[in-house]
């Protein structure tokens, strides 16, 4: 069955620091998309992806967090510099780009920045 | 935009109670709708869909029916079960196939 995989499933850092989280979308999708869920918020679409080309990006902050598809099996998200509301779980899903089509999700990269 | 209104919760339920979790819809034109179920530790996944007016989308017990006249897509399970108990979101697509999805409503169900 396949799957989106990411990496790391948790990640603990200091306010400051570099994050980048990875995410390896499904073979053959030729959409991923970012997401960032919280209890407050609930899902948020932070960036995506058509053909390893960036859309949309207007829901991430731009002055902090960037978003790339450097190849067809790799997304990262990385957050320069994190700070403690950076806090959350990121998803990275994937799909076919058909609005019948659904989307797969991987399971998540819990995000704590202390 | 095309949005979705659902049923915020939480939902409590004992075994074998029967489930609806409204979801209503705002949209242009008729798009496919779906659910997606979270469970614990994990990130969404396609629990039903249906595709156009009056199509019902079922999967593990659970149905929905696309009723384009009250614009809504409810859930319903007829007999939930404790391994039931997750989160559970409506959604609908946009114009650039990012998915939209509603607040999601978590359901908790008791032996």
């Known amino acids: 069955d396949a799957r989106v995989t990411q990496t790391p499933r948790h990640k603990v850092t200091e306010m400051g620091q570099e994050v980048t989280m990875r995410c390896q979308p499904i073979l053959g999708h030729n959409t991923v998309f970012w997401y960032r869920q919280t209890m407050m918020q609930g899902l948020e679409l932070l960036a995506y992806?058509?053909?390893?080309?960036?859309?949309?990006d207007s829901g991430m902050p731009k002055d902090r967090f960037s978003a790339e598809m450097p190849d067809a099996t790799l997304a990262t998200l990385k957050i320069q510099p994190s700070e403690p509301r950076d806090s959350a779980v990121y998803f990275c899903?994937?799909?076919?780009?058909?609005?019948?089509?659904?989307?797969?999700f991987g399971n998540g990269t819990r995000l704590t920045v202390t | 935009g095309d949005s979705v209104t659902q049923m915020e919760g939480p939902v409590t339920l004992s075994e074998e109670a029967f489930l609806t979790i409204n979801c209503t819809y705002t949209a242009t034109g008729y798009p496919s709708l779906f659910w997606y179920v979270q469970y614990p530790g994990e990130g969404l996944q396609l629990l039903l869909k249906a595709t156009k007016a009056d199509d019902k989308g079922s999967n593990k017990g659970f149905e929905a029916t696309y009723r384009k006249e009250t614009t809504s897509f409810h859930l319903e399970k007829g007999s939930v079960q404790v391994s039931d108990s997750a989160v559970y979101f409506c959604a609908l697509p946009q114009n650039n196939n990012d998915m939209r999805f509603g607040a999601g409503t978590r359901l908790t169900v008791k032996p």
């Open positions: 992806f058509r053909n390893r080309a960036p859309l949309d």
């Open positions: 899903a994937s799909g076919l780009g058909q609005k019948d089509s659904p989307l797969h």
